[in-house]
């Protein structure tokens, strides 16, 4: 970590941040490129499906870091364990394992548990601004990416 305190490292000054963005469409081009069967893109998918696109690229990216970093992430740490390897902390590796098992009800179980990487992500950003604007920023755009790339509405 930086110098600065958490409340000092604004995301869009992160260099990490910017590299944890910048790693979104990296990993979409992977993940199309080595799909199995790449799916069609249909680049008007949100002004198709506006309702679907904006829950799932916008509300559930909320909600969900609301609950998972916001509430156990933080509930973990407090009242299980801060205790960290690196910069990894057992909190985050927590929250990120029920965040990835939650997926498990919505996505196949390959696509549930790569949720889990970027979940760390997520998790590393909440620890290191104490705030969480950059997870979900990160996990909005993440998600922007997935979904117009891989899943189609209905």
């Known amino acids: 970590?930086?110098?600065?305190?958490?409340?000092?490292?604004?995301?869009?000054?992160?260099?990490?941040?910017?590299?944890?963005?910048?790693?979104?469409?990296?990993?979409?081009l992977v993940l199309y490129y080595f799909y199995f069967q790449q799916?069609?893109?249909f680049l008007d998918k949100p002004v198709q499906y506006p309702g679907w696109f904006l829950k799932l690229v916008l509300i559930s990216p909320i909600l969900e870091e609301m609950v998972f970093r916001?509430?156990?992430?933080?509930?973990?740490?407090d009242r299980i364990s801060?205790?960290?390897?690196?910069?990894?902390?057992?909190?985050?590796?927590?929250?990120?394992?029920l965040f990835s098992a939650a997926h498990f009800f919505f996505h196949a179980p390959l696509w549930a548990a790569l949720v889990f990487f970027p979940s760390l992500v997520f998790g590393f950003?909440?620890?290191?601004?104490?705030?969480?604007?950059a997870p979900i920023v990160?996990?909005?755009?993440?998600?922007?990416?997935?979904?117009w790339?891989?899943?189609s509405p209905g």
Not at 82 to 97: I, R, V, Y
Not at 138 to 147: R, V
């Open 125 to 133: 950003f909440k620890e290191r601004t104490q705030r969480l604007t």
């Open 70 to 77: 916001g509430f156990l992430q933080e509930l973990i740490r």
């Open 149 to 151: 790339l891989f899943t």
């Open 138 to 147: 990160l996990h909005a755009f993440y998600n922007l990416g997935f979904i």
């Open 82 to 97: 801060s205790k960290s390897f690196g910069q990894l902390t057992l909190a985050n590796l927590l929250a990120s394992l």
């Open 39 to 41: 799916p069609a893109i």
């Open 1 to 28: 970590m930086s110098d600065l305190s958490p409340q000092q490292v604004l995301p869009w000054k992160d260099p990490l941040f910017l590299l944890a963005l910048s790693a979104g469409p990296v990993c979409w």
